[in-house]
């Protein structure tokens, strides 16, 4: 995922609320913050991560869905936000994005003797 726009309180729970409401877990995330806009000086916080959702996939849900509400926030936010597969044809494969969220949590496991 990402998210770009004016910074303000209150990003990262709003982005994360909706997240955690579809049973989804952030798993990594870098936030910047620059200082030096011209032409109105609000400083631009960008926001890039990994988000999982870790077991299986319920029947209902729909990334689709989740988008939809994530552009709802960001337009109500003035910031804009994506969500995408990290399948390389776009496709949301609940396999594979169990697989990636094992492969991340067995890396986590390995390197810090915890799993995310």
Known sequence: FTLDGADCPGLINGLADILGKHGMNIDRVETTVDHEQPHGGTSLFQMEGICVHPGPLPEEWSP????????????????????????????WDEGQLMKDFHDEASVQERKYGRTA
């Open 64 to 91: 689709e869905a989740i988008i939809e509400e994530l552009e709802d926030w960001a337009d109500a936010n003035n910031c804009d936000v994506a969500l995408e597969s990290m399948d390389e044809g776009g496709d």
